[in-house]
């Protein structure tokens, strides 16, 4: 039956297949079932193909996120509600030193309150977490209400297995406090609605809005107003979590009873730190640098028919003003309805995440949810700030929290490109923006402001997937492709005052070909000089691509020029102590040509000096988040990798060597790509393995199931692309090819309108360890006719929507083929030219 009503479905599908006009609002009824694209025949049976393209549909994927995976041990994942890419992300906030997203899986730390705006997965300082609610269901008397974050604070309840009593799902955040109260949160972009739901009878609910304490305590220049009638407006100044700017933010909260009329407060005032004074409405506290906890607090009405009282509160947010907080939370949540607006976020995201569907049959529950989990992560950052950039007036979209494109352009983006370019072109519409008010791209932001920049310009990167992938559709997508370019050239050539917040070290790596270690510039105190030059030399890469693609023959022949540096920050002669086999590292090097010395085991497990790579560590030898010995990173020329290690044979034992003495750490991005370089040396089977015991290593759906931060959704779509068979080369045609974890899974590309299904023939199963199976490439047919590589796929097969068929062997010694265009491409062996 199902599958007769999505035949029409497709065929209205297929005839719009080649239109690039942008695609209108999809709705939850209207989504085009992504499993199957067939041509139906008259009598309404289905060919052979149609048969092999179905794939059950999953239409209510949000039941299969776990949004609390990485919410302890490090990974400081927001698990509380948000839209996709919303603004407004709520959530509980705890006196956990360990967690930058509010919230720790951990019941033993205390509730502080509920704040509506955070990150996921960030380092750096605590970001956000502004405007914390809270709720007392006994204070004695309104002056007795003990309102500082140390006096308030109180534990959740605990469950029989000793974990809090919280729950999430995608748009929805609930908890258990020790004092009987429930809270529940749910989101729109710019607003959020809170339902304290107090203890049977409570007669004097009341309700704490605080306007100061953000996640660093860093308010300067508070203003409260409190409206007798039952209304806090307020705002002040903050500080930025992984730079030196400033951010001013502003709030708006109003009250309902459920179910019943709330009235006026029965009594309203101003806190501050422990005193709440009845019948005050505000407090001109202007002075710079001073810190103390202030906000609003009110006694309401209990529910007079029911025993047990519940009270919405309707939150507004805005970085331009509390009155555009007011209209933001008008706007968005117009009747207080939780239960509509916690339905219209999931519904959001059922149709986001539902346009990556996957067969299910003969796969552990636990791995569909750790993909939906990470695809849902994927979409948490950045988040849409659109109309809310107090810098500049600009139409454009603007989206904040990039949290550093230097994590997310290796996955996330690519990941985007596959299911939902229409946001991807409002992210790169808004960093374009930037390029032109600011000068240079964005690389590291957070809450409007600059933040340190990690290797490279790496908005360049993610400028550049979009272009090389999107160039036909981007004027229908509003990209200027000339406002494009020249924002990548600004990044590549314009030497910027202070290259640790903006562009890069352009004048050296122009002159030098590579950043030498002790040249300092203005402001360049982090030079990160090795990792520096690595990642110039992608960024040239990128623009190589997008000048080619623009048909800028000499742009494209200067930068392919560009990207290769790299080669000149490799000494050939050093190897890892006691492993002289180990041989030729990234090292760096001075102005004149000669190298320093660097122990190949720095800031890796084996480090004697046991160094860090972080922005700040003590010990900075030029290396960022990228173990020595593993800094392998030319996505763009890895057969050049390859011949400067002396060959295959040598490549494969270095690759080898870095899992076997536990050298691999999944949790630097420019590692992550790793397990699936043994592509190049023609030895796909081995990714495949590698990839997938890194997966069961490293990865699950437990609260610490991620190894380290999740960076804004970087460790998200990389777990995803694996679990898809996958990985992105960024701003290529070209996406690496293993075997998927599901014996079908499909992509629909709301922009094409095309859905692209890839099916594995004979799937029975993952290896729980992920050594062995039946899980190797043998040979691989697009649309009937057998392929070209085993080991990648052209963009343009997902492009038009095509049938990718894996044929499975147990045998790991399968190979990429035996064509000249069997290996993927690389710069030096003709590729990318
Ligand atoms: C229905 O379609 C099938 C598959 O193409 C075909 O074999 C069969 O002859 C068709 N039957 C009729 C009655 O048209
Ligand atoms: C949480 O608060 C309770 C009561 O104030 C206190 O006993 C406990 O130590 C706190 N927990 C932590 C981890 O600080
Ligand atoms: C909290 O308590 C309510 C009512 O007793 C219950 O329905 C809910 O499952 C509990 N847990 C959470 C996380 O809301
Ligand atoms: C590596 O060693 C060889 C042979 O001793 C020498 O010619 C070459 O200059 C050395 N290269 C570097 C970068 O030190
Ligand atoms: C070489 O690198 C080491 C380690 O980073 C550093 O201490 C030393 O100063 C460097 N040498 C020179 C001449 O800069
Ligand atoms: C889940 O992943 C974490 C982080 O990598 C790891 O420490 C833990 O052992 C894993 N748990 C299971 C049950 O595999």
Request: hydrophobic share 30%; proline share 7%; aromatic share 12%.
């Amino acid at each position: 039956m199902t599958l007769f009503r999505l035949l029409l479905v497709c065929e209205i599908a297929l005839t719009t297949a080649q239109s690039t006009v942008l695609p209108p609002q999809l709705t939850a009824g209207s989504i085009p079932v992504p499993s199957s694209l067939p041509s139906a025949n008259a009598n309404g049976s289905t060919s052979t193909d149609d048969n092999v393209r179905f794939i059950p549909k999953i239409s209510d994927p949000a039941s299969l996120v776990v949004p609390f995976i990485g919410t302890i041990n490090g990974g400081h994942v927001f698990p509380g509600a948000t839209v996709p890419h919303g603004m407004i992300k709520a959530g509980m906030d705890t006196d956990s030193p360990g967690n930058h997203a509010g919230y720790d899986g951990d019941a033993q730390y205390n509730v502080t309150g509920f704040s509506q705006l955070h990150d996921s997965g960030t380092g750096g300082s605590v970001p956000l977490s502004n405007f914390k609610l809270f709720a007392y269901a006994s204070c004695s008397t309104f002056e007795k209400c003990p309102t500082t974050i140390a006096n308030r604070k109180i534990l959740r309840k605990v469950l029989p297995d000793g974990s809090p009593d919280d729950s999430a799902s995608p748009g929805y955040f609930s908890t258990n406090l020790t004092n009987g109260i429930r809270v529940e949160l749910t989101a729109t972009r710019r607003a959020s609605l809170h339902r304290y739901t107090f203890p049977s009878g409570t007669k004097q609910p009341r309700i704490l809005v605080d306007i100061t304490n953000d996640g660093q305590r860093s308010a300067t220049y508070p203003v409260v107003e409190v409206d007798p009638a039952g209304k806090v407006v307020g705002g002040a100044e903050f500080a930025a979590s992984f730079g030196p700017g400033k951010y001013k933010v502003f709030t708006c909260v109003d009250f309902k009873g459920e179910g019943y009329d709330l009235g006026k407060p029965t009594e309203y005032g101003v806190w501050l730190n422990n005193y709440p004074t009845r019948g005050t409405t505000n407090i001109n506290q202007l002075y710079p640098g001073f810190q103390s906890e202030m906000g609003g607090i009110f006694t309401f009405n209990a529910s007079p028919s029911s025993d047990t009282t519940s009270i919405l509160a309707r939150i507004g947010v805005s970085f331009i003003s509390y009155t555009q907080a007011c209209s933001n939370a008008k706007s968005e949540i117009p009747d207080f309805d939780f239960d509509k607006v916690h339905k219209d976020a999931r519904d959001s995201w059922n149709e986001l995440l539902g346009r990556v569907q996957v067969d299910t049959t003969g796969v552990d529950e636990e791995i569909t949810k750790l993909f939906y989990s990470s695809l849902y992560r994927t979409h948490v950052s950045p988040a849409d700030y659109s109309g809310e950039n107090p810098k500049w007036k600009s139409n454009e979209p603007y989206y904040d929290s990039l949290y550093c494109n230097w994590d997310t352009y290796r996955t996330l983006y690519p990941l985007m490109s596959l299911h939902d370019p229409v946001t991807f072109s409002k992210i790169v519409r808004g960093m374009i923006d930037i390029q032109k008010n600011e000068g240079w791209l964005p690389e590291c932001r957070g809450a409007t402001a600059q933040h340190y920049i990690q290797g490279g310009s790496n908005a360049d990167p993610v400028l550049g997937e979009f272009f090389v992938k999107f160039s036909k559709q981007a004027k229908d997508l509003q990209v200027s492709p000339d406002d494009l370019y020249n924002a990548l050239l600004a990044d590549a050539e314009k030497q910027p005052p202070n290259w640790n917040l903006q562009g890069r070290a352009v004048d050296l790596w122009i002159k030098y070909g590579y950043i030498p270690q002790t040249m300092y510039e203005p402001g360049g105190a982090n030079t990160k000089y090795v990792s520096r030059t690595v990642e110039h030399a992608f960024d040239d890469f990128v623009i190589s691509q997008v000048a080619k693609t623009l048909g800028k023959t000499q742009d494209a022949h200067k930068y392919l020029q560009r990207a290769g540096n790299f080669v000149n920050v490799w000494n050939a002669n050093v190897s890892v102590p006691d492993q002289p086999s180990v041989r030729g590292m990234m090292q760096p090097r001075f102005a004149d040509g000669t190298f320093n010395y660097t122990d190949p085991r720095h800031c890796s497990i084996h480090d004697p000096e046991k160094a860090t790579c972080f922005l700040n560590a003590a010990r900075r030898d030029g290396f960022y988040e990228s173990e020595h010995s593993q800094l392998l990173y030319a996505p763009q020329d890895t057969a050049k990798l390859i011949e400067l290690q002396g060959g295959v044979d040598s490549f494969v034992s270095r690759l080898d060597f870095l899992f076997s003495e536990g050298y691999f750490d999944s949790t630097n991005e420019p590692s992550q790509q790793i397990p699936f370089m043994y592509h190049y040396a023609n030895k796909p089977g081995l990714s495949t393995q590698r990839s997938r015991q890194v997966i069961a290593q490293f990865y699950n759906t437990s609260k610490s199931g991620l190894p380290g931060n999740d960076d804004s959704g970087a460790m998200g779509s990389y777990v995803a692309f694996y679990l898809l068979g996958l990985y992105p080369l960024p701003s290529t045609q070209q996406i690496l090819l293993s075997s998927p974890y599901f014996p079908k899974i499909s992509f629909y590309n709301p922009l094409f309108k095309s859905t692209t299904t890839i099916v594995s023939q004979g799937f029975k199963g993952n290896p729980r360890d992920g050594t062995g199976g039946l899980v190797f490439i043998e040979s691989v047919k697009v649309d009937g006719k057998p392929y070209k590589s085993n080991c990648y796929l052209d963009w343009a097969i997902f492009e038009k929507g095509s049938l990718v068929e894996l044929t499975l062997t147990d045998n790991i010694a399968v190979t990429c083929g035996s064509g000249k265009s069997a290996l993927p491409p690389s710069i030096s062996t003709g590729g990318y030219s």
